[in-house]
Antibody, heavy 119, light 107 residues
Framework: QVQLVQSGPDVKKAGTSVKVSCKAS????????MHWVRQGRGQRLEWIGW????????KSAQNFRERVTITRDMSTSTVYMELSSLRSDDTAVYYC????????????WGQGTVVTVSS | DIQMTQSPSTLSASVGDRVTITCRAS??????LAWYQQKPGKAPNLLIY???SLNSGVPSRFSGSGSGTEFTLTIASLQPDDLATYYC?????????FGGGTKVEIK
């Protein structure tokens, strides 16, 4: 079955870090680019960054560059997104999404992970 | 960053109506535009890419058009299953950016 399955919800204190996982199955993980996108309550979707699975190269949005680390484990077909120095406005649903065809097009999404940051 | 602006933010229409959503980019993005459908409590789902190419499995009542800075998503005959929020997204330059969304309600 072609799918992305993300880790469960998490509650963190401000100033700490969170690490969200996303396990891929049913497609050629090594040939994909995996993105992270978040959505605050009532907010638009916001692109965080990507990892090219085959090479491990990463790129992130300027807003997150100092705080985000995106990695992948090809042995388990899993991608990770770690966000540090959490603030209350990082409270959001975090999605992983696969780019399997055209660059920048998200044709497969995970179910989302709710991250709540409390002060 | 390229700003994506959608209108309207909400629309209410009857089953069978033709519905059009507009998306404007703050600078030219050629044809590097996608549309996503997000149903309540669910992840977004790719409808259209490259302005007008339908993703596999997407009903033919959905269509897209435009180029440069102005784009439209049209639902030819609105169905109850189309209750959702629709987002445009540009992938011309990084950072990738999304519109604010258009919530489609069924009258």
């Amino acid at each position: 079955q072609v799918q992305l399955v993300q880790s469960g919800p998490d509650v963190k204190k401000a100033g700490t870090s969170v690490k969200v996982s996303c396990k891929a199955s049913g497609f050629t993980f090594s040939a994909s680019t995996m993105h992270w996108v978040r959505q605050g309550r009532g907010q638009r979707l916001e692109w965080i960054g990507w990892v090219v699975v085959g090479s491990g190269n990463t790129k992130s949005a300027q807003n997150f560059r100092e705080r985000v680390t995106i990695t992948r484990d090809m042995s388990t077909s899993t991608v990770y997104m770690e966000l540090s120095s959490l603030r209350s406005d990082d409270t959001a649903v975090y999605y992983c999404a696969a780019e399997r065809g055209g660059e920048g097009v998200f044709d497969l999404w995970g179910q989302g992970t709710v991250v709540t940051v409390s002060s | 960053d390229i700003q994506m602006t959608q209108s309207p933010s909400t629309l209410s229409a009857s089953v069978g109506d033709r519905v059009t959503i507009t998306c404007r980019a703050s600078q030219s993005i050629s044809r590097w535009l996608a549309w996503y459908q997000q149903k309540p409590g669910k992840a977004p789902n790719l409808l259209i890419y490259d302005v007008s190419s339908l993703n596999s499995g997407v009903p033919s009542r959905f269509s897209g058009s435009g180029s440069g800075t102005e784009f439209t998503l049209t639902i030819a005959s609105l169905q109850p299953d189309d209750l959702a929020t629709y987002y445009c997204q540009q992938y011309s330059v990084y950072p990738l950016t999304f519109g604010g969304g258009t919530k489609v309600e069924i009258k």
